[in-house]
């Protein structure tokens, strides 16, 4: 277990000082927060079971843990620039949320997003207010610089068995005219190169693995899975509490005058437990960004590289503890990557319908 967890029956009616719903990446950073200071009782509730698959843990093992057991498996209203087709919007249903799933990019993006939102109303936002967080948040394989920190929770690095397709692919750019760029989380974005990972030996390493689990013994945190929350208690117009379900069906209510939700995804999901439910046109235009795939044929066959790495694997029967052995491969999911600027215009367009592409005159 990530953290200190108790029976159900124990915290049933019991009060809390802080209470933080959804122990996702931001949830697993709050609540380890804020159990620092000893004198608060903080509770933080997950939907999902706790992170112990050991597929979480192998960088390839994403195949394994997208649109899964541990995926919400949400998807979009039916697109009409797509034919009607629904999309796959993966978010974790597991402690470290989509940190436990993703494809492990450490990423943090343009500074000139955070100063626009800092310049629209969003106090402490701005990109020298969050670049110290960023650097007390990691523990970066190029040690201590002015982007970058070293003894942080979340180990930083970069792919050391390199694919050869993705050797070939940031030759291609370079040749191309984009710059080689050694760090995307630098002073520039744009180019061509490799991304970096929070894996550290060989294993993905989440905020639930970074955060939590160090403080797990903490008396003043608790930590409960398969705890959906089904309404938020509300006295006088205040929250002061919130009402769960148990992975038996059971109801537990707790009590606490501040609590968080700490997952952009849920919003949509868990409104109807709150006020905002009454509001109209809540969640209704939410907005995420998409990636693709695009076929690509090599004259040569390559394969990825596999080398014994101090992995998590289990063969023996549930239940049964059973002794790790090295398996699979180190190489994370993210290989090059490219960084462009583009013209922005206003309007849509469509990405796969069914309308024939343009010919060229």
Not at 60 to 74: P, T, Y
Not at 261 to 284: E, I, K, L, Q
Not at 301 to 324: A, I, K, N, W
Request: with cysteine; hydrophobic share 30%; proline share 8%.
């Amino acid at each position: 277990m990530s953290a200190n967890i108790t029976p159900e029956q124990d915290i049933d009616g019991r009060y809390f000082d802080h209470i933080v719903v959804g122990g996702g990446a931001a949830g697993c950073v709050v609540a380890a927060r804020l159990s620092e200071r000893g004198d608060r009782d903080v509770l933080l509730l997950e939907a999902g079971a706790p992170d112990t698959d050991p597929a979480i843990f192998a960088p390839r093992g994403v195949s394994q843990l997208q649109r899964g057991e541990h995926d919400w498996c949400d998807v979009t209203v039916p697109q009409p620039a797509l034919g009607g087709r629904e999309v796959p919007v993966s978010a974790g249903r597991v402690l470290g949320g989509g940190g436990s799933i993703n494809f492990l990019a450490w990423y943090r993006g343009h500074r000139l997003d955070y100063d626009g939102w800092a310049a629209n109303g969003m106090p402490g936002w701005s990109w020298s207010e969050v670049l110290p967080r960023f650097r007390r948040s990691e523990d970066h394989e190029l040690g201590t610089s002015p982007l970058h920190g070293s003894g942080g929770p979340i180990p930083v690095t970069t792919a050391k068995s390199i694919h050869p397709m993705s050797l070939a692919f940031i030759a291609a750019g370079v040749e191309a005219g984009l710059p080689f760029n050694r760090d995307f989380n630098g002073a520039e974005l744009e180019g061509v190169g490799l991304l970096s990972s929070n894996v550290g030996a060989g294993e993905r390493v989440s905020t639930a693995h970074g955060y939590l689990r160090p403080v797990r013994n903490r008396p003043h945190l608790s930590v409960h899975t398969h705890a959906l929350v089904q309404r938020v208690v509300l006295h006088h117009g205040a929250a002061r509490g919130v009402v769960f379900t148990t992975a038996d069906g059971r109801e537990v209510s707790v009590r606490g005058p501040r609590w968080c939700c700490a997952r952009d995804h849920c919003v949509p999901r868990n409104s109807s437990c709150s006020p905002a439910s009454a509001r109209p046109g809540t969640c209704g235009t939410w907005e995420s960004r998409w990636s693709g795939t695009c076929p690509a044929s090599a004259r040569t066959c390559t394969t990825t590289p596999r080398r014994p790495l101090p992995g998590r694997s289990s063969t023996g029967p549930p239940g049964r503890t059973t002794t790790p052995r090295t398996t699979g491969s180190a190489t994370p999911t993210n290989g090059a990557v490219r960084w462009r600027r583009s013209v922005r215009r206003a309007g849509s367009c469509a990405a796969a319908g069914t309308r024939p592409l343009p010919t060229s005159s």
